[in-house]
């Protein structure tokens, strides 16, 4: 291989025959790269000057090229083995004796030049060992002093006798101290002497150091192992507890001159160890404290030997003050035993009385229950006929088709984009209307659109809003082109389907959350092709039951602040406390027409006067939608007395009660106002002291209790909201209005005196859940009945769930339950759930936070409805769960049927669905400013421009058509400062 120039780091290998025609000419499929090596240390830096050292030298690419050498000074380093960071290598000795040398290190024709060193430091020496004995076995521990220990970094120990050599291991402490096992001698073990026996050679292998390896100057002597006899012909040694073991042998203590010598013993009884005293003929244990057969096993050096079992007998019976003890401890347990069957026999003839006292106050209760259930509904379908009879002929309070689609698409946006023309300088606005029709043109063709989303998901930085967000805009610019827009939706989401199968995911989490374009697409696809049957058939059970929920509601106290309630579905927002009210009848003074009859409006004297005024409000206006209405907030309560004196009632003003920093909000009560007073709403005047009391309100922002306040006064008056939340900064002072338990932890108990047990509310809950039943019911069944109130089946259920099936049968998927998730993801979750708990995005209405809370429960039993999984009930299941328990099987009977009647129906022909999507994009051809809408898709565009065009350049599709070009031609115009 030649030398590199910088061009050619990397590159094809290419092989000419003869000569270098393309024809003659095959090219390697990789690249061959050249390489810079670099070094950056070596460990250990030093070594003994015979060699033998293990180095390691680290550095960048060391794996590149093929032949390396490694010397240190004038001495190669015998090469090892190398990987990308290290190269290992053995070195060799030195024979310029002590010194630092240089280390280098070829690679083929590369010397790398770093600045490392190596040093090569004098040998070790070994000065004495100690003891000079061991075993024929080895393995008693011997410990040798010496010079330079710390070089070597594999000791061993030898000893060579008969021409065979032993080695065992050494572990070095420091530089001048190492510990090593005796290697053990090679002795022929059927012809063992009795005689000390030398070796024929005894030394140490320290690395590559030859003058060690035989110790001239040691005395090393091996003695014959240790002898143990076996307990006797049978191998059991039969004993009383306590009395020691003893072990019969020979050559138990070596020899040794000086009679010093010691050899460690362990002798195990079973698994535990046993204190040992040896003599030179037996070994004395004292044994553990155990009883039983036990194995005996006594270890010397590298040996075991086993002599045999020992039983340890139990002592013998028992002695008779023992028995005495045990007769009269029996004695009195059998007489205790008795007084606990009678204790027991009263306890539970007791207990049954108390469980039929229980039992019949169950009984009442739930006869209570139910006719409280029975009266409130007698009074709800009054009251919902009186209303939905006044709904003035015009009928429900339907939003239009733009106001309903823009609320399920972009929520909680009012003035959006979509909506206007389009903004663009006048110098610009041919150029950008140019670019945006051009980008019209690629988003209409399949190619780039598909393209262009699956480029975005794949970004890590475009979040959950973005999807949700390209996904509406995209079906804003398709609303006039349905049938390209349910065949690119087709295309996603059979892509969402193999996807999640590949994953190896659950099939049923399938459409379960919106993490992709393509799920959110889904549910504005249902929410325009929905909204006829909405306004035909479903918008009529889901008006009366947010009617019902709101007029049941309201009958009883509501609190402003926490938005707790006293007839509630949900437990969270349950009062928890007696609350004592009364129901009054104020006459209103028709606010259009004073001389027309006074209008009757029941009222709670708990209400505080925000309430009263929505209450009032509800009453005059309550065939006017509620964008129509006037706000409570921009109204005075005026209080006209018999006496012609008038009063202006607030939630707040000068006779507002102050108690140990908790405010309370006014009530009619606080004021006095009796039964049948007259009333009237009229425009807020701004006095001095209105104006004085804004300015002493503490603008504090609206906190986590937003929502709930939006019930008490018109989201748009913070003057009406914020004293109701916070605590005033500078006083401390807490506002409250029926309970005293939100926000602050210390005040959660309330008044402990004036509470029942909570649990006693909970049957509020079932009685709240039987006066709305039939309005649940009636929504349930509508959703899930394809003939209903004689409107037919919308055809987009039927042409996606047969999508669906046709997805399943491709993947071969025949679980009955995943086809069923599959369809309750896509409609029921994705669709209904979200109207069920949001009725604004379909009716001009306001929803209060109780009544939102209501909502949700019954969003959350539809959903379980729904489910094809098991719903195990348990004491520790949330209310919700309890309180629909018997209701959801018969739920998911409807569920099933349906389902399983959609499943029989004749499949849509593509015509025919395309017809139908043909004259939905036909009604609602120019709901949405498309060139707005369009130019807020771009803006993705402009931010992932380049990972959009390179997936257009490796897309073969989209090549041939040149869509790279256009969308660069696209960005061209739009960008501003061409």
């Excluded at 036990?294 to 010397?300: C, E, I, T």
Aim: hydrophobic content about 35%.
């Amino acid at each position: 291989m030649g030398e590199a120039k910088p061009s050619q780091h990397a590159g094809f290998v290419e092989i000419c025959v003869t000569e270098c025609k393309p024809e003659f000419m095959a090219r390697s499929s990789q690249f061959y790269y050249f390489m810079t090596l670099t070094l950056s240390d070596l460990k250990p830096k030093r070594g003994p000057v015979s060699g033998g050292t293990q180095v390691t030298i680290t550095g960048n690419n060391l794996n590149a090229g093929s032949n390396v050498i490694v010397t240190f000074g004038r001495q190669p380093c015998l090469f090892y083995r190398r990987s990308a960071k290290h190269i290992v290598c053995n070195t060799t000795a030195s024979d310029e004796g002590f010194e630092k040398v240089k280390v280098s290190v070829r690679v083929d024709k590369a010397k790398i030049h770093q600045e490392l060193h190596y040093e090569y430091v004098e040998d070790p020496t070994i000065l004495r060992i100690e003891p000079e004995w061991s075993i024929f076995s080895g393995n008693t521990p011997i410990a040798v002093w010496g010079t330079h220990l710390d070089l070597i970094q594999n000791p061993q120990i030898r000893a060579k006798h008969g021409g065979k050599e032993h080695i065992n291991n050494c572990e070095v402490q420091n530089s001048t101290e190492m510990t090593c096992q005796a290697p053990a001698l090679a002795v022929d073990p059927n012809h063992q002497s009795e005689l000390a026996e030398r070796p024929e050679e005894f030394g140490f292998i320290l690395d590559n150091v030859q003058s060690l390896l035989i110790l001239n100057k040691t005395n090393f002597t091996y003695y014959p192992n240790p002898v143990f006899e076996v307990f006797n012909p049978s191998g059991i040694l039969e004993l009383k507890p306590g009395s020691p073991i003893i072990l019969k042998g020979k050559n138990l203590i070596p020899p040794v001159a000086g009679g010093n010598a010691k050899l460690n013993y362990t002798v195990l009884i079973g698994e535990k160890p046993c204190v040992v005293t040896v003599s030179d003929v037996q070994l004395l244990c004292e044994s553990p404290n155990l009883i039983g057969r036990h194995k005996v096993m006594a270890r010397v050096g590298g040996m075991e030997f086993s002599p045999g079992m020992v039983y340890i007998s139990p002592d013998s019976l028992l002695s008779l003050p023992a028995i005495v003890s045990i007769a009269v401890a029996g004695g009195l347990l059998i007489i205790f035993i008795v007084a606990v069957l009678i204790a027991y026999k009263r306890k539970s003839r007791e207990s049954d009385l108390t469980l039929k006292r229980l039992q019949m106050q169950m009984d009442n209760l739930e006869s209570r229950v139910a006719l409280e259930c029975k009266e409130a509904f007698a009074e709800l379908q009054t009251d919902i006929h009186e209303l939905t009879s006044d709904l003035d002929g015009a009928g429900i309070p339907f939003l239009d088709y733009r106001t309903y689609t823009m609320r399920v698409l972009f929520p909680g946006i009012e003035d959006h984009p979509v909506l206007r023309d389009l903004e663009v300088p006048g110098y610009r606005q041919e150029r950008v209307e140019k670019g945006l029709k051009l980008f019209a043109q690629l988003i209409n063709n399949k190619v780039f659109l598909l393209s262009f989303i699956r480029t975005l998901e794949s970004q890590r930085s475009f979040s959950m809003r973005d999807r949700g967000n390209v996904a509406s805009l995209i079906m804003t610019v398709l609303q006039s082109k349905l049938e390209y827009a349910t065949d690119v939706l087709k295309q996603l989401l059979a892509d969402l389907i193999d996807k999640n199968l590949e994953s190896k995911n659950h099939p049923k989490l399938l459409l379960r959350r919106t993490e992709s374009v393509a799920e959110k697409m889904l549910t504005n696809w249902f929410t325009f092709l929905l909204y006829k049957f909405l306004k035909e058939c479903a918008g009529e059970p889901l008006f009366s039951l947010f009617c019902a929920i709101k007029q049941q509601m309201e009958k009883g106290p509501i609190d402003s602040i926490t938005g707790e309630a006293r007839y509630s579905l949900s437990e969270d927002k349950l009062i928890r406390q007696q609350i004592d009210y009364k129901t009054l009848v104020l006459s209103c003074v028709n606010p259009d027409n004073v001389n027309s009859p006074e209008i009757p409006v029941k009222i709670l004297n708990c209400d505080t006067i925000t309430q009263v005024k929505e209450k009032i409000l509800d009453a005059i206006f309550k065939n006017v939608p509620c964008s129509h209405r006037p706000k409570a907030a921009d109204m005075d309560l005026e209080w006209r007395q018999a006496s012609g004196a008038r009063m202006i009632l607030q939630d707040e003003d000068i006779t507002t009660k102050i108690e140990n920093d908790w405010k309370r909000l006014n009530t009619l009560a606080h004021y006095q106002v009796p039964d049948g007073s007259v009333v009237a709403l009229v425009s807020k005047q701004v006095t001095a002291y209105n104006a004085v009391n804004n300015s002493t309100v503490s603008r504090t922002s609206a906190s986590k209790y937003e929502n709930m306040i939006r019930y008490t006064g018109s989201p748009d008056s913070l003057r009406s909201r914020t004293p109701m939340i916070t605590p005033d900064l500078e006083s401390g002072v807490k506002m409250w209005h029926l309970v005293k338990n939100h926000e602050h932890g210390d005040q959660k108990e309330g008044d402990r005196g004036s509470k029942m047990v909570s649990e006693i509310y909970l049957t509020r809950l079932l009685a709240t859940k039987g006066t709305l039943q039939k309005f649940v019911d009636d929504l349930f069944e509508t959703i899930f009945s394809t003939a209903h109130r004689g409107s037919a089946l919308p055809l987009a259920i039927k042409y996606m769930f047969d999508f669906l099936d046709e997805q399943a049968d491709k993947h071969n998927i025949h679980d009955p339950h995943v086809r069923h998730t599959w369809k309750s993801n896509c409609l029921p979750l994705r669709f209904w759930v979200n109207m069920i708990k949001n009725p604004q995005f379909v009716f001009d209405i306001h929803k209060n936070s109780i009544t939102d809370a209501c909502l949700s429960v019954v969003a959350q039993t539809f959903m379980d409805s729904c489910s094809t999984s098991e719903h195990r009930l348990g004491k520790d299941s949330p209310s919700n769960k309890l309180l629909y328990a018997k209701d959801i099987p018969s739920y998911k009977n409807w569920v099933e049927r349906y389902y399983s009647d959609i499943a029989k129906m004749p499949a849509i022909s593509d015509q025919d669905m395309n017809a139908y999507l043909a004259e939905q994009s036909r009604m609602h051809m120019n709901e949405f400013n498309t060139m707005s809408a369009l130019s807020e898709i771009y803006s993705y565009v402009g931010k992932y421009s380049e990972e959009i065009l390179s997936a257009l350049d490796q897309d073969d599709q989209a090549g041939k058509q040149k869509l790279a070009y256009k969308l660069e031609q696209v960005i061209t115009l739009m960008s501003i400062d061409s």
